[in-house]
Nanobody
Framework: QVQLVESGGGLVQAGGSLRLSCAASRRTFSTYAMGWFRQAPGKEREFVASITWAGITTDYADSVKGRFTISRDNAKNTGYLQMNALKPEDTAVYYC????????????????WGQGTQVTVSS
């Protein structure tokens, strides 16, 4: 069992930046793929980014490519999502998730989820 806790959300103006963190409770996190997802009001939760356990391969939704960067520090059992050039349409609750094995954009494949952190981008 891995518990995930997100932090770093908040209110930011359009064009600003935020860095989300995802702290894991166990060292086994270092062997898990990690993903970030988001859910805007009235919308389904969607894929944002993913990273392999070693941090070598990353993948991004088209809507965030070039603006967001996913990374991880396995020595700290922590993953990150650096978000730059934020837009009002990025407003959502952001969730981190982890799974054994390889990465995927399919949220149902992720076994462990955090509680989410709110990101609000004002225009």
């Amino acid at each position: 069992q891995v518990q995930l806790v997100e932090s770093g959300g908040g209110l930011v103006q359009a064009g600003g930046s935020l860095r989300l963190s995802c702290a894991a409770s166990r060292r086994t996190f270092s062997t898990y793929a990690m993903g970030w997802f988001r859910q805007a009001p009235g919308k389904e939760r969607e894929f944002v980014a993913s990273i392999t356990w070693a941090g070598i391969t990353t993948d991004y939704a088209d809507s965030v490519k070039g603006r967001f960067t996913i990374s991880r520090d396995n020595a700290k059992n922590t993953g990150y999502l650096q978000m730059n050039a934020l837009k009002p349409e990025d407003t959502a609750v952001y969730y981190c998730a982890a799974k054994p094995g390889g990465t995927t954009y399919r949220q149902h494949d992720y076994a462990y989820w955090g509680q989410g952190t709110q990101v609000t981008v004002s225009s």
